[in-house]
T-cell receptor, first 113, second 109 residues
Framework: DGGITQSPKYLFRKEGQNVTLSCEQN?????MYWYRQDPGQGLRLIYYSQIVNDFQKGDIAEGYSVSREKKESFPLTVTSAQKNPTAFYLC????????????FGQGTRLTVV | AQRVTQPEKLLSVFKGAPVELKCNYSYSGSPELFWYVQYSRQRLQLLLRHISRESIKGFTADLNKGETSFHLKKPFAQEEDSAMYYC???????????FGQGTTLQVKP
């Protein structure tokens, strides 16, 4: 079953702790993205990666970190430096064949208490 | 800076009425433009892309480079069109894909 998988679906963490969100894809896509979705603000780009071992900051990268050691995986770490980490996080991968299209995971809802 | 604006947070229409969801963008170069849709309890998915000039589920979108707009239109809205719609410009030279704030379309019976 091909697709993009985010885990866990719900995540609770105490303030001050780092937490890592998982994103795995078996679509053989080179590019992957992380977005944050907040009510009324749409999707905001956190980080993206076009190829293994390379990634770029998006529009709201502060307080987040990523790695891209494998094509299939693009984990996102929400650090204690992120001032307002409670949000819904979406991961996507992108293909360009035959056309450019992004495929999304089901998301992870992170709540920091 | 690359920006995309969807001015309406909520658009409410009656079944059978025409619909237009607005999207304006500010991008260097020539981005590819897309509309994505998120139905209730489903994943965000591609609705249509400007490069294909296609009509999906009765929706069309025309790229107006002069006005830098990519509005989504449908002549007769259906109840199953109720969803959140996102306009998304993609810059192929950087790989950056951003999304607008989203517009919730509510089609009333």
């Amino acid at each position: 079953d091909g697709g993009i998988t985010q885990s866990p679906k719900y995540l609770f963490r105490k303030e001050g702790q780092n937490v890592t969100l998982s994103c795995e894809q078996n679509l053989n896509h080179d590019a992957m993205y992380w977005y944050r979705q907040d009510p009324g603000q749409g999707l905001r780009l956190i980080y993206y990666s076009q190829i293994v071992n390379d990634f770029q900051k998006g529009d709201i990268a502060e307080g987040y970190s990523v790695s891209r050691e494998k094509k299939e995986s693009f984990p996102l770490t929400v650090t204690s430096a992120q001032k307002n980490p409670t949000a819904f996080y979406l991961c996507a991968s992108r293909t360009e064949r035959p056309y450019t299209e992004a495929f999304f995971g089901q998301g992870t809802r992170l709540t920091v208490v | 800076a690359q920006r995309v604006t969807q001015p309406e947070k909520l658009l409410s229409v009656f079944k059978g009425a025409p619909v237009e969801l607005k999207c304006n963008y500010s991008y260097s170069g020539s981005p590819e433009l897309f509309w994505y849709v998120q139905y209730s309890r489903q994943r965000l998915q591609l609705l249509l892309r400007h490069i294909s000039r296609e009509s999906i589920k009765g929706f069309t979108a025309d790229l107006n480079k002069g006005e830098t707009s990519f509005h989504l239109k449908k002549p007769f809205a259906q109840e199953e069109d109720s969803a959140m719609y996102y306009c998304a410009p993609y810059a192929s030279n950087t790989g950056k894909l951003i999304f607008g704030q989203g517009t919730t379309l509510q089609v009333k019976p």
